[in-house]
């Protein structure tokens, strides 16, 4: 089994190393633990910045980890990029695309290699956790909204229905395909492209990982607005494939799981001005949407969004 990690970043070289070293100790794990195992890993960093690349290789000299400067035409770009150059003929081989400005749970390589060896598996997903502070508004929004992604992603995966996967963290096999349309977020299209193929979608949440939201209404909105402008061009893309991310599903999924995280009084008004926020950015998105402002690739699709950097 070959294993390439991909890790997207804008930018954010201590994040960024972070988010390698993580992966390196993995590696190290699970070589220690398998010593007679012909598995081979390789990590590579896609950044337009080259002052990220002359920073990584100066702090990292293991030979697992390569940097690949992207000309910063979006994520999905690179991916396809990469996704073309790694390419396999091995069902076995497999690719983990991740961000420079998360970080994941120690047992995440294992697990999703692990997953894999269901042949059915075609792409694997992992569960958002976010850092942010409970007791905040948007740290609060962000743990609620989390938790419903979780309730609603375990049920699909254990009836083995269609659902996707979370941009943060998944994984597919190598060889079923080597490009995917730029126009939609990269973690909604992939897992309907392998799902069209006869593959099936895992969700596994023993696998974390670690997000810092945005902590602004400016960044918020501007984060939000993108993504769902993002998701509704699936309609023009894949205008058969299984919606699990939409204004309507929301409302069946999310109207009455928010009260259920509600531990204090002033949670009760911040998940009412949560229920009018997300109202506002579907009016705003669809606004943009019927004036020709369409989804476009951006870098990361937060490269301005400060508030949700860690590290940097």
Not at 50 to 69: A, G, H, N, R, S
Not at 91 to 113: A, H, K, P, R
Not at 241 to 267: C, L
């Amino acid at each position: 089994m070959f294993t390439d990690i991909i890790i997207t970043s804008y930018n954010e070289p201590n994040s960024t190393l972070r988010t390698v070293n993580n992966f390196l100790e993995q590696i190290k794990k699970i070589k220690k633990e398998n010593p007679k195992s012909k598995d081979k890993f390789r990590i590579t960093v896609v950044d337009p910045f080259p002052e990220v690349e002359k920073f990584l290789k100066k702090q990292i000299k293991d030979k697992e980890f390569v940097f690949f400067l992207d000309p910063g035409e979006g994520k999905s770009y690179a991916l396809n990029l990469l996704f073309q150059e790694y390419a396999s003929s091995s069902n076995e081989d497999i690719i983990i695309s991740t961000d420079g400005d998360v970080y994941t749970s120690s047992n995440s390589l294992f697990e999703i290699i692990n997953a894999f060896k269901e042949k059915e598996i075609g792409c694997i997903t992992a569960r958002p956790v976010a850092i942010d502070n409970r007791n905040t508004k948007y740290g609060y929004w962000a743990h609620v909204v989390f938790a419903g992604i979780d309730k609603t992603r375990k049920k699909l995966s254990e009836k083995k229905s269609f659902f996707e996967c979370s941009g943060y963290l998944f994984a597919i096999r190598k060889n079923v395909i080597l490009d995917f349309p730029m126009e939609t977020s990269e973690d909604s299209i992939i897992p309907y492209l392998f799902w069209k193929k006869g593959y099936k979608i895992k969700y596994l949440p023993q696998i974390e990982v670690y997000v810092k939201n945005p902590d602004n209404w400016k960044d918020w909105l501007a984060q939000k607005v993108r993504n769902i402008k993002a998701h509704e061009n699936l309609s023009k893309i894949a205008p058969d494939m299984p919606r699990t991310k939409s204004f309507f599903n929301e409302i069946k999924e999310g109207a009455f799981f928010a009260p259920t995280q509600i531990r204090s009084v002033k949670q009760v008004w911040w998940t009412i001005e949560l229920y009018f926020a997300r109202l506002y950015l579907y009016i705003k998105a669809f606004k943009e949407l019927k004036k020709k402002s369409s989804y476009t690739d951006g870098w990361r699709g937060e490269a301005t969004i400060d508030s949700t950097k860690t590290l940097d």
